[in-house]
């Protein structure tokens, strides 16, 4: 995906060498931590538009851009705080960007999901319970050490909190800014 390239060399700007290894990329990239997530969206319970939709290429493209860089300041604040308040190390940094990046997308998977307020629709179970796999795998081999550097659980608890915040905030700027593109 783009978007994760954006975010995976996003730790060059904010830390020097702060790049996710070959095995949090996999980890990342394979069903652990996404696709499983990504899959589970066909069984979602999202309603359908009342009307047919015109594919407008060009406002959909903006929505995406304006998902993708909202996430990438999350994910780019997460570890400048990190590294600069909390003087975390860049193996330790490394460990979190993946954490970051799997909340990070879990909390724009349930935003995107309902072009109204993400919850005008309740999930279904089986989103639902690909989510919490995907977070209890990422938060385990994070606070685990395994295949990484480990994180102590409460930081691992701080982004799952500040991912959720993240989710709302993103939420309430999104419906103005697809209303104003007329994708609502």
Do not use: H
């Not at 060399?9 to 996404?34: H, K, N, P, W, Y």
């Not at 899959?39 to 304006?66: C, E, H, K, Q, Y």
């Not at 998902?67 to 190390?89: D, N, Y």
């Not at 279904?124 to 395994?146: E, N, Q, Y």
Request: aromatic letters at 8%.
């Amino acid at each position: 995906m783009p978007g994760d390239v954006v975010k995976l060399s996003l730790g060059a700007v904010v830390a020097a060498d702060v790049r996710l290894t070959e095995g949090q990329i996999l980890l990342d990239q394979s069903m652990l931590t996404g696709d499983l997530l990504g899959m589970s969206m066909t069984t979602d319970n999202v309603r359908p538009s009342p009307r047919p939709n015109a594919w407008r290429i060009g406002a959909l493209t903006i929505a995406g851009v304006f998902m993708g860089i909202s996430e990438l300041v999350f994910c780019t604040a997460i570890l400048a705080i990190a590294k600069f308040r909390l003087g975390l190390g860049i193996e330790t940094l490394r460990t979190l960007a993946f954490v970051v990046i799997v909340f990070g997308n879990q909390a724009t998977t349930y935003t995107n999901r309902e072009r109204r307020r993400l919850w005008s629709s309740r999930p279904s179970r089986w989103l639902l319970g690909s989510s919490v796999v995907d977070l209890l795998i990422a938060s385990t081999l994070a606070t685990c050490g395994i295949a990484m550097t480990p994180l102590p659980i409460l930081v691992v608890g701080g982004i799952l909190v500040a991912a959720a915040a993240f989710a709302f905030l993103l939420d309430f700027a999104k419906v103005p800014a697809f209303n104003r593109l007329r994708i609502a």
